[in-house]
């Protein structure tokens, strides 16, 4: 059983950077690829960033690209977020997810998801 507890989430002003961590208590996490969605308040859950299961392959929202870096440590059963030049658009609660073997941009295809972590972006 996969559970996913994300911490990190704050208030930071533009230009900024934050890092967000998801911790999972289960023992095969390691067979799990992991992801990162975003939902700001009125909008549809979108998303940022997936991490295979090894961390050999990584996948970017092209919005985040070149600012955001997911990165996993399986001995330690955490993926993180290193989020830089922060913009207000950033601002959204922020899920970390996975899913069995194959990373994917799809929401629908991850069945275990965290409470989720705010991030709030000041201009």
């Known amino acids: 059983q996969v559970q996913l507890v994300e911490s990190g989430g704050g208030l930071v002003q533009a230009g900024g950077s934050l890092r967000l961590s998801c911790a999972d208590s289960?023992?095969?996490?390691?067979?799990?690829?992991c992801a990162w969605f975003r939902q700001a308040p009125g909008k549809e859950r979108e998303f940022v960033v997936a991490?295979?299961?090894?961390?050999?392959?990584?996948y970017y929202a092209d919005s985040v690209k070149g600012r955001f870096t997911i990165s996993r440590d399986n001995a330690k059963n955490t993926v993180a977020l290193q989020m830089n030049s922060l913009q207000p658009e950033d601002t959204a609660r922020y899920y970390c997810?996975?899913?069995?073997?194959?990373?994917?941009?799809?929401?629908?295809?991850?069945?275990?998801w965290g409470q989720g972590t705010q991030v709030t972006v000041s201009s």
């Open positions: 997810a996975a899913r069995r073997l194959f990373a994917s941009e799809v929401r629908n295809e991850y069945p275990y």
């Open positions: 289960g023992r095969t996490f390691r067979n799990y690829a």
């Open positions: 991490i295979s299961p090894s961390g050999g392959n990584t």
